[in-house]
């Protein structure tokens, strides 16, 4: 079973330009995350998709956006990039079954994006 | 908020010695989960606990629901288990994660 895979790995862009990272989930699961994590802060959530619709969102600015396709696969997307969002962008995806009361499953994560801004 | 303690913050050990990774959270949780993370940043899932102790190979993880309180034991620690180990906790009711700060394990030959 192929694991979470994350595109690019690796990506530089200049202040002001926009960016989208993809991420494909474990086959079968529903729900996909996004996180950021950087030396000062560490992991912080950004956003949750199930079924193509966002279930939480996370504390960053509205540059920070995210959508689900109906196969799982999720992209996210960050506007006006700016120097402080250099980072590691990790999505991981579980099972959650059921969408009304959704369940803890295990979190599968990918490699990562890895995003300099200069 | 839930606020994620780890503890200690850096940990050196030799090759076979019995280590001991805490976590403890502020608010309650419907799971807690413990992940490894190598240089190049990839994330690894060890153990994901609701209740008791999980056991996986040289890995312990236990949970203590009324103290707030998990650790992650090692056995026989290996320089391959050098790595950071980050816990992470769940809310009721999704699986929007809150992190701890992440303790890096260095463990010399």
């Known amino acids: 079973k192929a694991g979470v895979t994350q595109t690019p790995r690796y990506l530089i862009k200049t202040r002001g330009q926009q960016v989208t990272l993809s991420c494909s989930p474990i086959s079968g699961h529903r729900s996909v995350s996004w996180y950021q994590q950087t030396p000062g802060q560490g992991l912080q959530f950004l956003f949750e998709y199930f079924s193509e619709t966002q279930r939480n969102k996370g504390n960053f600015p509205g540059r920070f956006s995210g959508r689900q396709f109906s196969n799982s696969r999720s992209e996210m997307n960050v506007s006006t990039l700016e120097l402080g969002d250099s980072a590691l962008y990790l999505c991981?995806?579980?099972?959650?079954?059921?969408?009304?009361?959704?369940?803890?499953?295990?979190?599968?994560f990918g490699q990562g994006t890895r995003l300099t801004v200069v | 908020k839930n606020e994620v303690e780890q503890s200690p913050q850096n940990l050196t050990a030799q090759e076979g010695e019995f280590i001991t990774i805490n976590c403890s959270y502020s608010v309650g949780i419907s799971a807690l989960h413990w992940l490894q993370q190598h240089p190049g940043g990839g994330i690894v899932s060890l153990f994901m606990?609701?209740?008791g102790k999980k056991k996986h190979g040289r890995l312990i993880a236990t949970i203590n629901i009324q103290e707030k309180h998990s650790s992650l034991h090692i056995t026989a620690s290996h320089p391959r288990d050098s790595a950071v180990y980050i816990c992470a906790v769940s809310p009721g009711a999704n699986s929007k994660l809150t992190f701890g700060k992440g303790i890096t394990l260095s463990v010399r030959p």
């Open positions: 991981a995806s579980s099972l959650s079954l059921n969408q009304r009361r959704p369940k803890n499953t295990e979190a599968f």
């Open positions: 606990l609701s209740s």
